[in-house]
């Protein structure tokens, strides 16, 4: 069973940084992508940053370009959200979720909370 453990998230002031976890579980394959959404209250979710298990290639939202960074650890089966310069409108409960061919599975979410 595929399970995905979100950590990392707490209360930080704007301008501030966080590293979230997300450690994944019973795959059988190298061949996914990991993701990382948020949604604020009152919001649509938004999908914030994604990497390639097989070549490494990321994507991240206009809206975080050149303050987060996605990486992964393959040998812990982990991605990272690093984010710096945090804003308040960067307040959200953080998700992963993981793509494989037509599956989609999705971690519990981890809160972060950017005050000013």
């Known amino acids: 069973e595929v399970q995905l453990v979100e950590s990392g998230g707490g209360l930080v002031q704007a301008g501030g940084s966080l590293r979230l976890s997300c450690a994944a579980s019973g795959f059988t394959s190298d061949n996914y992508i990991i993701g990382w959404f948020r949604q604020a209250p009152g919001k649509e979710r938004e999908g914030v940053s994604c990497?390639?298990?097989?070549?490494?290639?990321?994507y991240y939202a206009d809206s975080i370009k050149g303050r987060f960074a996605i990486s992964s650890d393959n040998a812990k089966n982990t991605v990272y959200l690093q984010m710096n310069s945090l804003k308040p409108e960067d307040t959200a409960v953080y998700s992963c979720?993981?793509?494989?061919?037509?599956?989609?599975?999705w971690g519990k979410g981890t809160l972060v909370t950017v005050s000013s």
């Open positions: 979720n993981a793509v494989k061919g037509d599956m989609v599975y």
């Open positions: 990497i390639s298990s097989s070549d490494g290639t990321t």
